[in-house]
């Protein structure tokens, strides 16, 4: 248990569904990120949020909408995924300042689009 | 950009032995940061060990030790006394030192595709 929650472990939609992915530190970080991991490549790095502020869009589709309320809380909002979306959805926080910390990551939101 | 390659995708070790996991990164910066993540089937991320590049001293912890070769931009993780419960997918990750104002960049872990280690009994 690292103090990184994630909710829901699991996750099936179609392609017109929307949903949340939920994530939620107790770590009094101030930093927060989600990861897209799929089979046979390296972790993706999609979102950055510090001090609830976005930092890093990196390249991702319209159809993945973070949202940062409180230091404590992120989400990934999802609506109208392709099958190729089908992923391991990792949450990661960690502290600030930024030096050499560690992020801590949570157990992944596993989604299937169909 | 930088980037991370575990070239072994797949290692076995017996249990009580050794093994090395190796990685090499490509990086035109002089500070960074370097990490081993183990990722259990549980799926939950966990740091094994962590470098500084302006620290010779090569990082050890507990069981897990670190040969970090900065010239030849190589960061192997040695598992000593394996264990079962070492069992996992190990990934090597770099990322740079922070710089002021140099935005959200500085926050990113890039890792490499991974190493999926079997111990065996």
């Known amino acids: 248990e690292t103090g990184v929650t994630q909710t829901p472990r699991h996750l099936v939609m179609g392609m017109t569904n929307k949903k949340s992915l939920k994530c939620e530190q107790h770590?009094?970080?101030?930093?927060m990120y989600w990861y897209k991991q799929s089979a046979k490549k390296p972790l993706e790095l999609m979102f950055v949020?510090?001090?609830?502020?976005?930092?890093e869009n990196n390249s991702v589709p319209s159809r993945f909408s973070p949202e940062c309320p409180n230091s404590s809380h992120l989400f990934l909002h999802l609506h109208t995924l392709q099958p190729e979306d089908s992923a391991l959805y990792l949450c990661?926080?960690?502290?600030?300042?930024?030096?050499?910390?560690?992020?801590?990551f949570g157990p992944g939101t596993r989604l299937l689009v169909l | 950009a930088q980037t991370v390659t575990q070239s072994q995708p797949e290692m076995s070790v017996q249990e009580a032995e050794t093994v090395t996991l190796s990685c090499t990164y490509d990086?035109?910066?002089?500070?960074?940061?370097l990490f081993w993540y183990k990722q259990p089937p549980s799926r939950q991320m966990i740091l094994v060990i962590r470098q500084e590049a302006y620290k010779q001293q090569n990082a050890t912890e507990n069981r897990f030790s670190v040969n970090f070769q900065k010239a030849a931009k190589s960061f192997s993780l040695k598992i000593s006394d394996s264990q079962l419960g070492d069992a996992a997918m190990y990934f090597c990750?770099?990322?740079?030192?922070?710089?002021?104002?140099?935005?959200?960049?500085?926050?990113?872990?890039?890792f490499g595709k991974g190493t999926l280690l079997t111990v065996n009994p």
């Open positions: 990086t035109s910066e002089s500070d960074y940061y």
């Open positions: 990750a770099y990322r740079s030192a922070l710089r002021k104002n140099s935005g959200g960049s500085n926050y990113k872990l890039t």
């Open positions: 990661a926080s960690s502290p600030l300042p930024f030096g050499q910390e560690t992020q801590y």
């Open positions: 770590l009094g970080h101030n930093a």
């Open positions: 949020y510090s001090l609830e502020e976005r930092v």
